[in-house]
Nanobody
Framework: QVQLVESGGGLVQAGGSLRLSCAAS????????MGWYRQAPGKQRELVAS???????NYGNSVKGRVTISRDKTKNTLYLQINSLKPEDTAVYYC??????????WGQGTQVTVSS
């Protein structure tokens, strides 16, 4: 089992920045990929960014150039830096971890609201 707890969401004005954090615990050694997804009201959950155990990153098209995903393995924490926030970035942001068996674990989510 892997437990994920997100933090860092909130209300921010357009053009601002946020850094989201995701603290992982449990079977950390079984994690090979971690990522951030988001879901806006009435929309499907979409990939924001992911990072593999060898630090290979992947970004969703809607956020490329504005976000950076990173992980601190010493703290078992995943980060997402989002810059130049837009109202359309408003969503619940979820942290996820994929373990070696292919199973995904999800956090509870953190709300990001961007005002215009």
């Amino acid at each position: 089992q892997v437990q994920l707890v997100e933090s860092g969401g909130g209300l921010v004005q357009a053009g601002g920045s946020l850094r989201l954090s995701c603290a992982a615990s449990g079977s950390i050694s079984r994690i090979n990929t971690m990522g951030w997804y988001r879901q806006a009201p009435g929309k499907q959950r979409e990939l924001v960014a992911s990072i593999t155990s060898d630090e290979t990153t992947n970004y969703g098209n809607s956020v490329k150039g504005r976000v950076t995903i990173s992980r601190d393995k010493t703290k078992n924490t995943l980060y997402l830096q989002i810059n130049s926030l837009k109202p359309e970035d408003t969503a619940v942001y979820y942290c996820c971890a994929r373990i070696t068996s292919g199973f995904f674990f999800w956090g509870q989510g953190t709300q990001v609201t961007v005002s215009s």
